[in-house]
């Protein structure tokens, strides 16, 4: 079999430094975020992501599965107390599970890179429904912050010609 010819022709490696990029700050209340990459049409986001100590997210339900790498701090799901996840922890989370995100006061916070395909469906301490965080949500919630700071987010974007936000 002959090499293929080339469908998608790349003049440069679509690759970013978060050492190099903008933290957004306060993306979700207590999360910091460097977004990555954020394909709203498929469902996928890719964020790394600095939790604040003492941060609890809503409870939630993914409806597709998560990779979840912690960088560095600790943290755990209130409903596994005894599981913390401290650096070098990898974290498989099968589509339908529910939890409720912690970062102990006492941990000093945590960063973690995450591939979350799929939304997750947010729900108050009651179980009522509060929203739909999903990578379009991400994405406009990004770029509000974003603006809010005066800097300009930079990720990949796929699409028919894949490049940076800011391209």
Not at 12 to 38: H, Q, R, S
Not at 156 to 163: F, V
Request: overall charge negative; glycine content about 10%; hydrophobic content about 40%.
């Amino acid at each position: 079999m002959a090499l293929p010819d080339v469908i998608q022709h790349q003049n440069f490696l679509l690759t970013l430094n978060t050492n190099e990029e903008n933290l957004i700050k306060d993306a979700l209340p207590g999360v910091d975020v460097y977004p990555l990459f954020l394909d709203p049409e498929n469902g996928t986001w890719v964020i790394r992501a600095i939790f604040k100590a003492g941060v609890t997210l809503p409870k939630h339900f993914h409806t597709g599965v998560v990779h979840f790498y912690t960088l560095s701090g600790r943290w755990n799901y209130l409903e596994y107390p005894d599981q913390p996840q401290t650096a070098g922890s990898y974290l498989y989370e099968p589509g339908g599970s529910i939890h409720t995100f912690h970062c102990p006061e006492e941990s000093g916070g945590a960063d973690g890179f995450m591939v979350i395909s799929g939304a997750n469906i947010n729900f108050d301490a009651d179980g009522n429904f509060m929203n739909i965080m999903d990578a379009g949500w991400i994405e406009q919630m990004i770029i509000a912050a974003a603006k809010a700071q005066g800097v300009t987010p930079r990720y990949i974007k796929p699409g028919a010609i894949a490049g940076f936000s800011n391209d």
